[in-house]
């Protein structure tokens, strides 16, 4: 399903402000990368709609949000993007440093749920990689890796499939809510692009 709804640009510099703010003021890339797809899963299955409303995409070392990975590689499509971002963050090769206090009137009370639900879950997890390689948005293009392949979009619905009983850390869902779930997506993003007609 593509749902053609736009990145929130300052909404994900600050979950990685945020983040890099919760570890002391800095964050490496990887993990910051890991905790917003927890967050953002977490937050679709509860409330039905991402955090950040970025692209996933399965990567080697898991799930990938394409467009907040660009803000953590200095990668911006504006002059406007990069001084928000750089009065927020600074970045290196690896790490995501917090250069100014969080903006927390970006994010709902969801958001702010979500980002402290993860961080509390598994914000000093070891190996974070290798816990994502378990869910299902991943595991579904496991083989595409070994065959050479290095990414694979993510579908939206993808993160509504259950994790493994003893690493879901988000209400399990059933077939009738996985449809509920869908509709509501399918219904948000029609009225996005009423909008911009």
Same mark, same amino acid.
């Given at each position: 399903?593509?749902?053609?709804?736009?990145?929130?640009?300052?909404?994900?510099?600050?979950?990685?402000?945020?983040?890099?703010?919760?570890?002391?003021?800095? *964050?490496?890339?990887?993990?910051?990368?890991?905790?917003?797809?927890?967050?953002?899963?977490?937050?679709? +299955?509860?409330?039905?709609?991402?955090?950040?409303?970025?692209?996933?995409?399965?990567?080697?070392?898991?799930?990938?949000?394409?467009?907040?990975?660009?803000?953590?590689?200095?990668?911006? /499509?504006?002059?406007?993007?990069?001084?928000?971002?750089?009065?927020?963050?600074?970045?290196?090769?690896?790490? *995501?440093?917090?250069?100014?206090?969080?903006?927390?009137?970006?994010?709902?009370?969801?958001?702010?749920?979500?980002?402290?639900?993860?961080?509390?879950?598994?914000?000093?997890?070891? +190996?974070?990689? /290798?816990?994502?390689?378990?869910?299902?948005?991943?595991?579904?293009?496991?083989? /595409?890796?070994?065959?050479?392949?290095? +990414?694979?979009?993510?579908? *939206?619905?993808?993160?509504?499939?259950?994790?493994?009983? /003893?690493?879901?850390?988000?209400?399990?869902?059933?077939?009738?809510?996985?449809?509920?779930?869908?509709?509501?997506? +399918?219904?948000?993003?029609?009225?996005?692009?009423?909008?911009?007609?």
């Amino acid at each position: 399903m593509n749902l053609n709804i736009p990145f929130e640009f300052k909404k994900s510099t600050q979950a990685l402000n945020y983040l890099a703010h919760l570890n002391h003021g800095s *964050i490496s890339k990887l993990r910051a990368m890991k905790l917003i797809f927890f967050a953002d899963r977490f937050h679709l +299955r509860k409330y039905g709609r991402f955090i950040t409303n970025a692209n996933y995409v399965a990567m080697k070392l898991g799930p990938v949000p394409s467009e907040v990975l660009n803000i953590a590689d200095s990668n911006f /499509d504006t002059v406007a993007e990069r001084e928000y971002a750089n009065t927020f963050i600074s970045t290196s090769n690896t790490n *995501i440093k917090t250069v100014n206090k969080v903006q927390t009137e970006v994010f709902s009370e969801t958001d702010r749920e979500a980002l402290l639900y993860v961080w509390k879950k598994f914000g000093h997890c070891t +190996r974070l990689p /290798d816990l994502t390689h378990r869910f299902p948005e991943w595991r579904k293009h496991e083989a /595409d890796f070994k065959s050479g392949i290095k +990414r694979k979009h993510i579908k *939206i619905e993808d993160f509504l499939e259950n994790a493994p009983d /003893d690493l879901e850390y988000c209400p399990k869902l059933s077939e009738d809510d996985k449809s509920l779930l869908l509709e509501q997506i +399918r219904y948000a993003a029609s009225i996005y692009a009423s909008f911009r007609r």
